[in-house]
T-cell receptor, first 115, second 114 residues
Framework: ETGVTQSPTHLIKTRGQQVTLRCSSQ?????VSWYQQALGQGPQFIFQ???????GRGNFPPRFSGLQFPNYSSELNVNALELDDSALYLC??????????????FGPGTRLTVT | AQSVTQLGSHVSVSEGALVLLRCNYS??????LFWYVQYPNQGLQLLLK??????LVKGINGFEAEFKKSETSFHLTKPSAHMSDAAEYFC????????????FGGGTRVLVKP
C-alpha cells in the first residue's frame, strides 16, 4: 500500500510568482485536505476536496486554490506569492463516505520558501 | 467553532521519566480528538485518536491519552521516555459537524535528556 506522496520536496520562489504543489493520495482514499504549517506553529487547514469538489475551506484568500483529479490526486496553487506564504505545505488523504471522512494520513510535505 | 490549546511549547524530560503533554480543547459539538507526532523535516504521524467509546485511548509507541469531557482535556502520557520520543507533538480536534477538518494546537516540542 502506497502512502501519501508530495512533490516537490523543496521549492524556492520569488514574491509575486505562482506555484503549484502536488499530492498523490493513499490507495483507496477519496478525500484530500491541505494544510499550511508556518515555522514553529501548528498546521492550519486550507481546504479539502472530496470527489473533485471543494468540501470546506479555511481562512485563506482566493489566491489559494486547488484541484482534485479523477484518480484523487490533488494540486494546491498559490498565486501572487507573498513572503508570509513561506511554510511547510502538508497534504493529507482520507476515506470519506457521504462527505464524512475518517482519520487523515499525512504526506511528508513541501517546504516552500518565498524570497 | 473549535480550538485547541497545548500548555507548554517545550517540555524537557529525562530518559525513563514520565512524559505528560497537556491539551485542552473547545468544541460546541462532540469532538474527535487526535495526537500527532512530527519528527524533523517530516510530515505528521498519527499517535492515537478518540472518536467515541472508551475514554482511555492507547496508541503507538507506548503512548496513551484520556478524554475528560468535564475538563475538556485530552492529555497525552507515556510512562517511560525514550530518546526516540524527541519530536514535536500536536493535539488536534475535529468533529462530524466540522466535516472532520482538523484544528491543531500550537505544538509541544519534547526534549529527552540522557
Amino acid at each position: 500500500e502506497t502512502g501519501v506522496t508530495q512533490s516537490p520536496t523543496h521549492l524556492i520562489k520569488t514574491r509575486g510568482q505562482q506555484v503549484t504543489l502536488r499530492c498523490s493520495s493513499q490507495s483507496g482514499h477519496n478525500t484530500v485536505s491541505w494544510y499550511q504549517q508556518a515555522l514553529g506553529q501548528g498546521p492550519q487547514f486550507i481546504f479539502q476536496y472530496y470527489r473533485e469538489e471543494e468540501n470546506g475551506r479555511g481562512n485563506f484568500p482566493p489566491r489559494f486554490s486547488g484541484l482534485q483529479f479523477p484518480n484523487y490526486s490533488s494540486e494546491l496553487n498559490v498565486n501572487a506569492l507573498e513572503l508570509d506564504d513561506s511554510a511547510l505545505y502538508l497534504c493529507a488523504s482520507s476515506f470519506s463516505i457521504g462527505r464524512e471522512s475518517y482519520e487523515q494520513y499525512f504526506g511528508p510535505g513541501t517546504r516552500l520558501t518565498v524570497t | 467553532a473549535q480550538s485547541v490549546t497545548q500548555l507548554g511549547s517545550h517540555v524537557s524530560v529525562s530518559e525513563g521519566a514520565l512524559v505528560l503533554l497537556r491539551c485542552n480543547y473547545s468544541s460546541s459539538v462532540p469532538p474527535y480528538l487526535f495526537w500527532y507526532v512530527q519528527y524533523p523535516n517530516q510530515g505528521l504521524q498519527l499517535l492515537l485518536k478518540y472518536t467515541t467509546g472508551a475514554t482511555l485511548v492507547k496508541g503507538i509507541n507506548g503512548f496513551e491519552a484520556e478524554f475528560k469531557k468535564s475538563e475538556t482535556s485530552f492529555h497525552l502520557t507515556k510512562p517511560s521516555a525514550h530518546m526516540s520520543d524527541a519530536a514535536e507533538y500536536f493535539c488536534a480536534v475535529s468533529s462530524k459537524a466540522a466535516g472532520n477538518k482538523l484544528t491543531f494546537g500550537g505544538g509541544t516540542r519534547v526534549l529527552v535528556k540522557p
